[in-house]
């Protein structure tokens, strides 16, 4: 096994962590997967049947792009990590990393009509960057691959309607810091519509502005490493288990 490949186990391990320490957690569901470093036909994904709590970066699965698990494991691999991932990953070069939630707030949000408002600090930072796919069930159909890949188009950022949320990145960071403010802007969505009073709007210059903003400030560079790193010093003092 190489450095490179050593590394991003461990990244990816620490991210699942991460999200079980956030609460991002749906018993043995969902999942997140990242490509091998400079090797787009390959990515690793959770084992089926083990909680994120368990994930380490030895049990991670490597997948080719096809679905196929391509090294000795002895855990098998959700069909609907395999369907939505291996499509996005195999469309998007530069979605290096995938993940997918199914958290209270975020599917209520995907329940609702409207989507997401963009009337919060964190929704306002999502203008224009987020995508929708309409609900056609438990996602274990290959000929949904178009359709899903399609509605994300160049956006990393989708609310997959119904069912919950997904965010892409062209690092394990970047997709973390793209689902926190998709997953922020969706919890405040929720709590402001339960105080049944009216909702101050943000104006669509602010909007736009905020838009422009947002990309000067990652003058095109991946964001997220300093957030993703603070994250991954809690899981090391609470249980650093998931390096093995």
Known sequence: MSEGEKEIRIQLAACYRIFDYLGWTELIFNHITVKLPGDDNHFLINPYGLHYSE?????????DIEGNIVEETPHSVNPAGIVIHTAIHAARKDAICVAHTHTNTGMAVACQEEGLRHDNFYSALTQGRVAYH??????????????LVA???????????????LSCGRSISEAFINLFGLQRACDIQVATDTCGRTIVPVKDEVLKK????????S???????LEFDAMQRIIDKKDSSYRN
Do not use: W, Y
């Not at 994930?55 to 991670?60: G, K, Y």
């Not at 609900?135 to 949904?144: A, N, P, Q, S, T």
């Open 134 to 147: 309409d609900f056609e069930g438990i996602v274990v159909l290959d000929d949904e691959k178009p359709r």
């Open 151 to 165: 509605n994300l188009g160049q956006k990393n950022l989708m609310i997959l309607r119904n069912h919950g949320l």
């Open 55 to 63: 994930i380490c970066a030895s049990n991670l699965v490597k997948m």
């Open 210 to 217: 905020t838009e422009q903003l947002l990309t000067l400030q």
């Open 219 to 225: 003058m095109g560079n991946p964001a997220g490493q």
